[in-house]
């Protein structure tokens, strides 16, 4: 007899269906399972046939050819076991629930239970797209069903209760808990940094325009406080950015049984120096979500950046351009999305001190340690980061009323509303920050006067600016320009702008 169930896998970070058909007949007992499966689905016959057992079923001892379509994908991980066993007892007759227009996914233990899977969340948007009315899924993951409405969704625990199923609607599984947000109230705010009023302005551009920034300076003087308090001033994700932020979270297996609603807050991801290329960009044989993609609609924080190993720096080229990470393999190329803000922090000089020598502190680094140390960050890497800042140490220890105008709930006022302009401008373009805007665009959307076109040509000339660098500082412009309630940009504007890529000489 024959039978087919769909049930789907995650390639990267997007659900794929997958058609489970099962074929029993006569013959010598045996499986055969095809369509490209891979070592964890080929297994998935011996849990099959232990939890089929050991649920008051029996498995058929007849020949059974299971194919997994289609066959040019291959198929990884455990989220088909459930749709194998359910298509094994349909062509044997022992199941007469009707699994059409129904996904199942989910993975079986030998007695049985269903457990809660990796990417859910992702195979739930494609059972939507792809119009399936209901889903089966593990009892583990119904947290991650409420976060999308519009499915009608059935959470088991155990395979025999394919017999009987009940479904609800992902509303109606929404609590009360869920209708109020779970995100805790952030204690951090920028007031919480005596001074360094520049830095703060520095970090209010770059939420504003979505640009990438690193701050240099001696330790302790609050670098790493300072980025670490970019995420108050950054606006809430919409609904589906936040969708596209949770989706990747649920491949990555970084979904909590807490995460039941959609987080609007910007994800923040400071990983450490000794990270891995994999672990940075994403990889492996089967390709996982890095950070860069974990940071996707957020911020990507590297503390002391020299310290990363420049092979893994130089990986970041491609997605603060593209905005995405392409990984290639032998049978399949899988891309990932990455579009984030870069903050990083790094000193003058492997002893922090060159240039910011106090009567107690001295630099004692050689001039071959500095320019080694230096050289770790490359000439590309720091060209592709448009705010360039060196802080030293605040001239005071006592708050004052500059303190609380830099707060983080003034910035951030500041910071929606500059964005409410820049998306205003570019509702009919594919991108929507100052920080995106194509160089072909500039003279459309961030024109500059005759006297900044002089400024802009010195400072070319004096900084030994690249082009990249040039359209960067007009990018900035742009951005000040917004703050300021500006419709053009003016020569305070670009001269601002110009002190921003202090670093260009680094």
Known sequence: MYTEVKSAIVVGVDGVGITVEVDISSGIPQIAVVGLPDSAVR??????????????FQFPLERITINLAPAAIRKEGTSLDLAIAAGLLQASGQLETDLTQMLLIGELSLDGTVRPIHGVLAMMQYAKQSGFSKMILPAGNEHEARMLSGMDICSITHLSELKELTFQTSESLKTQSD?????????????????????????????????????????????????????TILPELSELEALEVMKIYSVAGKLSLSDSTLKRQPPFRAPHHSISTAGLIGGGGNPKPGEVTLSHHGVLFLDELPEFSRQVLELLRQPLEERAVTISRARHHITFPASFMLAASCNPCPCGYHGFATEQTSCTCTHQMIQRYRSKLSGPLLDRIDIQLDIGRPQTLVHNTQDLAYSSKELKAKVLKAIAIQQQRYHSEPYSYNSELPSSALKVYAPIPKEGAALLEHAFNKLGLSMRGYNRIIKIARTIADIEGNDSIQLPHIAEAIQYRKLDLF
């Not at 001074?195 to 240099?216: F, M, T």
């Open 43 to 56: 297994e998935s016959v011996d849990r099959v046939r232990s939890a089929i057992r050991n649920s008051g």
């Open 179 to 231: 209708l109020v947000s779970n995100e805790p109230t952030s204690m951090l705010d920028l007031t919480d940094i005596v001074g360094q009023q520049e830095a703060k302005r520095a970090l209010l551009i770059a939420a504003a325009g979505r640009h990438n920034i690193i701050v240099s300076g001696p330790p302790g003087v609050g670098k790493t406080m300072l980025m670490r308090r970019l995420p």
